[in-house]
């Protein structure tokens, strides 16, 4: 099994920024390394669907972002500390929600939820005008 722990959220003005962590853990990697498996930020605002906003491969030589973030948002990860980060400049109002970091060893259409078996907790994002 893979545990998935985020951290880093909190309030913030807009044009302020953040850094989220996604910390794993588990046995899953005795067997199949952390840097095998991609991971992904998702976000939830209140009233609405879960939505992809970034992903990154299990090496981090490929990224994806939704276009509302690019240039705003950038995803990385230190697989010596099984973490990914998601360093947040530039925040809207529009970006507040909770946000949620997810894992698999395989992940083919890397936007889509269902893709992800391993999810974490979430943490809260809140960005006042």
């Known amino acids: 099994q893979v545990q998935l722990v985020e951290s880093g959220g909190g309030l913030v003005q807009a044009g302020g920024s953040l850094r989220l962590s996604c910390e794993a853990s588990?046995?899953?990697?005795?067997?199949?390394?952390?840097?095998?498996?991609?991971v992904a930020w998702f976000r939830q605002a209140p009233g609405k669907e879960r939505d992809f906003v970034a992903h990154?491969?299990?090496?981090?030589?490929?990224?994806y972002y939704k276009d509302s973030v690019k240039g705003r948002f950038t995803i990385s990860r230190d697989n010596g500390k099984n973490t990914v980060y998601l360093q947040m400049d530039n925040l809207q109002p529009e970006d507040t929600a909770v946000y949620y970091c997810?894992?698999?060893?395989?992940?083919?259409?890397?936007?889509?939820?269902?893709?992800?078996?391993?999810w974490g907790q979430g943490t809260q994002v809140t960005v006042s005008a």
């Open positions: 997810a894992a698999d060893e395989y992940v083919r259409w890397y936007a889509t939820e269902s893709e992800y078996e391993f």
């Open positions: 588990g046995r899953a990697f005795t067997y199949n390394p952390f840097s095998e498996h991609p």
């Open positions: 990154i491969s299990g090496s981090g030589t490929s990224v």
